[in-house]
């Protein structure tokens, strides 16, 4: 009879307390450690991902470039002199560096009598000069050719990856879900603030102008200065105007963050 109301007494207990739980909607504590391991595993396999991803793209730009790209550029462009520079930019320097070069072999020659040069060896060095520069400049053109064709590789075979690899790609954005829902408003619009600066910031005129340089150069095109002051003077205006459209229209950011980023952005 006593087992039997103590049997009965932890029924009701439990029912209860099941009742009490399903009511605050309070999650158990196997469901919480289920919740802990689900997100460390996602953001193992985001983590992993995303340096597989860039590994895999970096690495397919230089091997197809190196195995596939170049061998077929360097069969086709051949050994033709009218070949040797692709734009005008890469001509002008290299009549620049001859010119310095023969400018310095006059300069040691006023300097020092025992470098004074016939105009038979004057002749003999500018011409071994130019051969130089004629195959450094090939193999620079030949290089910015591969580089056009190896980035459009890259860029394939890291669009195929994403769009392959579904399960990876949800893991990556349930990581950048989890690190907007634990960071606090401050850090929000502390990253916020950090990386607008970075992008369409007062001082971000000279990255840009640095970051489109180095492309020209990589991609053998010729850096018109005039077009790059006008990118520079338009697109950043235009991402900041939509950043912060987006950032005020966001549902995703509480309005303490979105004050906070107005403040702290003034």
């Known amino acids: 009879m006593t087992e039997t109301k103590v049997g009965l007494r932890g029924a009701i207990g439990a029912t209860f307390s099941n009742i009490f739980k399903q ?4 999650p158990s504590e196997e469901d919480l450690i289920e919740e802990e391991y689900e997100t ?11 340096l597989t991803l860039v590994m ?13 790209v170049r061998p077929i550029i360097d069969h086709l462009r051949g050994n033709d002199i ?11 320097e290299a009549f620049n560096e001859l010119r310095f070069y023969e400018q310095s072999l006059r300069f040691d020659g006023l300097l020092d009598d ?23 400049y090939r193999e620079e053109s030949q290089n910015a050719l ?3 064709f190896a980035d459009l590789i890259a860029v394939a075979i890291c669009f195929l990856m994403t769009k392959i690899y579904g399960d990876e790609m949800y893991a990556v954005s349930q990581l950048w879900r989890t690190l907007l829902r634990t960071m606090s408003d401050s850090a929000k619009a502390f990253v916020l603030i950090l990386s607008t600066d970075i992008f369409v910031g007062f001082h971000s005129a000279h990255g840009w102008e640095v970051a489109l340089d180095w492309l020209a150069h990589h991609l053998g095109v010729a850096a018109d200065h005039a077009l790059i002051f006008l990118f520079i003077a338009t697109v950043p205006v235009i991402l900041d105007t939509i950043i912060k459209y987006g950032i005020f229209q966001s549902d995703q950011l509480s309005s303490s963050t979105v004050a906070s ?5 003034h």
């Open 23 to 26: 009511r605050l909607n309070l």
């Open 40 to 50: 460390r595993d996602n953001t193992l396999i985001a983590v992993r991902f995303l």
């Open 56 to 68: 895999v793209t970096l690495v397919s730009q230089q091997v197809s470039k190196k195995i596939i």
């Open 82 to 92: 009218s070949e040797i520079f692709i734009n005008a930019e890469m001509k002008e």
């Open 114 to 136: 025992d470098l004074v040069l016939s105009q038979e060896e004057k002749e003999a060095k500018l011409a071994l000069k130019a051969a130089e520069l004629s195959e450094e």
């Open 146 to 148: 591969g580089n056009r």
């Open 261 to 265: 980023f107005k403040e702290m952005n």
